[in-house]
């Protein structure tokens, strides 16, 4: 098994433990970049340009910022990407 579907696996297995009741986003690169987009945050090409933004993500929610999309990191990630949308859909609907 790869290191994405370790860290995907422990995510998910994380998050039933501590309540959260969506599923686990995976961390790849690309789902990440995504979720950064819903609320307006463009992350440049390169890795380190992923792991600036997953560190001052981190840094702004008071949690370690290490850089990495840890279990916690991501659905935190998706929980406010996910806001970010529906948002959008109700300032769309106005």
Request: glycine share 12%; hydrophobic share 45%.
């Amino acid at each position: 098994m790869t290191a994405r579907g370790v860290l995907t696996m422990v995510g998910t297995a994380v998050g039933g433990l501590i309540g959260w009741s969506e599923t686990a986003p995976t961390a790849d690169p690309e789902s990440l970049r995504g979720l950064f987009a819903d609320f307006g945050v463009r992350v440049g090409p390169d890795e380190a340009d992923l792991e600036e933004a997953i560190r001052a993500f981190q840094l702004r929610l008071g949690l370690q910022p290490d850089g990495e999309a840890g279990p916690e990191t991501v659905h935190l990630l998706a929980r406010y990407a996910a806001e970010a949308r529906e948002l959008t859909r109700f300032r769309d609907a106005a």
